[in-house]
C-alpha cells in the first residue's frame, strides 16, 4: 500500500451458473472448500486447518487450527442471496460481496453475478504483521 493514508479500492466480478441464494450459501458455508491454501491465503499456513464462517451480522471469519483460531473478520452485513460484508480484524480493510441475478429470464439457466470490493489501508496501525513465508500477526504477543 501507498504511506498517503487514503483508502485503495479493489474490486472483482465472476459469474456463476446457479441463483443468487445458493451462490450465497456456496460462499459462506463451503468458505473452506474454495478458499485458495497456501501461504499467501493464511496467516499460519502451516497450521491452518479450515477457514470457516459464523452466520449472522456479528459473527465472525475464522481461520481454524488444531488447538485455536484466528479472527480474520466480523460479519457487517449479512442478506442471504443479496450481500455479505466484513471488517477484516488484521487489516484495516472493509469487504463487500454482493449477489445478483445475471440470467436473461429467456430460457437460461439462473445465472448469478458475483461482486466482490475490497478497500482500505492494509494494515492496521500499530500491527507488526510480516509477510514473508511464515506469515503472523504479533499484535500484542
Not at 488444531?66 to 452485513?77: M, N
Given at each position: 500500500?501507498?504511506?498517503?493514508?487514503?483508502?485503495?479500492?479493489?474490486?472483482?466480478?465472476?459469474?456463476?451458473?446457479?441463483?443468487?441464494?445458493?451462490?450465497?450459501?456456496?460462499?459462506?458455508?463451503?468458505?473452506?472448500?474454495?478458499?485458495?491454501?497456501?501461504?499467501?491465503?493464511?496467516?499460519?499456513?502451516?497450521?491452518?486447518?479450515?477457514?470457516?464462517?459464523?452466520?449472522?451480522?456479528?459473527?465472525?471469519?475464522?481461520?481454524?487450527?488444531?488447538?485455536?483460531?484466528?479472527?480474520?473478520?466480523?460479519?457487517?452485513?449479512?442478506e442471504p442471496g443479496k450481500r455479505?460484508?466484513?471488517?477484516?480484524?488484521?487489516?484495516?480493510?472493509?469487504?463487500?460481496?454482493?449477489?445478483?441475478?445475471?440470467?436473461?429470464?429467456?430460457?437460461?439457466?439462473?445465472?448469478?453475478?458475483?461482486?466482490?470490493?475490497?478497500?482500505?489501508?492494509?494494515?492496521?496501525?500499530?500491527?507488526?504483521?510480516?509477510?514473508?513465508?511464515?506469515?503472523?500477526?504479533?499484535?500484542?504477543?
Amino acid at each position: 500500500m501507498t504511506g498517503s493514508g487514503q483508502d485503495t479500492m479493489v474490486s472483482s466480478e465472476v459469474e456463476v451458473a446457479v441463483d443468487p441464494d445458493t451462490a450465497f450459501a456456496a460462499f459462506t458455508e463451503e468458505l473452506d472448500l474454495w478458499w485458495v491454501r497456501g501461504p499467501i491465503n493464511h496467516f499460519a499456513g502451516g497450521r491452518a486447518m479450515a477457514v470457516r464462517c459464523e452466520p449472522g451480522v456479528g459473527g465472525r471469519l475464522l481461520e481454524v487450527y488444531e488447538d485455536d483460531a484466528l479472527e480474520l473478520g466480523r460479519i457487517t452485513a449479512w442478506e442471504p442471496g443479496k450481500r455479505l460484508a466484513w471488517r477484516s480484524s488484521v487489516d484495516d480493510v472493509n469487504i463487500d460481496v454482493s449477489f445478483a441475478s445475471a440470467g436473461s429470464g429467456c430460457g437460461e439457466p439462473d445465472r448469478v453475478g458475483v461482486r466482490t470490493g475490497r478497500t482500505g489501508r492494509g494494515r492496521r496501525a500499530g500491527c507488526r504483521c510480516t509477510r514473508g513465508p511464515r506469515r503472523s500477526c504479533r499484535r500484542g504477543r
